[in-house]
Nanobody, 122 residues
Framework: QVQLVESGGGLVQAGGSLRLSCAPSERTFSSITMGWFRQAPGKEREFVARISWSGYTTYYADSVRGRFTISRDNAKNTVYLQMNNLKPEDTAVYYC???????????????WGQGTQVTVSS
């Protein structure tokens, strides 16, 4: 069973930055699309960003485009989400996920991490 382990969450003031990391347990993830999703209390899980296996193609939700950057280092087997200019509405549990398709739909992601809490204070 492939495991995804996120790290880097925490508490930050509005306007601040955080970088999330995700490390899959198997190196075969270099061939898989990786995505980030988030879920706020009382809301459904929503897509944040994804990156192709090569790292050349990225896609963002409108709510984070221009503020968040997804990247991957296949040599280190790690995916990152750099979050800048954070807003209180970015507060959520952030999940790393892996898919064999370039998609924004959560149900097509077969692999999920346990989530990391990001809290942005106003």
């Amino acid at each position: 069973q492939v495991q995804l382990v996120e790290s880097g969450g925490g508490l930050v003031q509005a306007g601040g930055s955080l970088r999330l990391s995700c490390a899959p347990s198997e190196r075969t993830f270099s061939s898989i699309t990786m995505g980030w999703f988030r879920q706020a209390p009382g809301k459904e899980r929503e897509f944040v960003a994804r990156i192709s296996w090569s790292g050349y193609t990225t896609y963002y939700a409108d709510s984070v485009r221009g503020r968040f950057t997804i990247s991957r280092d296949n040599a280190k087997n790690t995916v990152y989400l750099q979050m800048n200019n954070l807003k209180p509405e970015d507060t959520a549990v952030y999940y790393c996920a892996g898919s064999r398709s370039e998609t924004v739909v959560a149900k097509y992601y077969a692999y999920w991490g346990q989530g990391t809490q990001v809290t942005v204070s106003s």
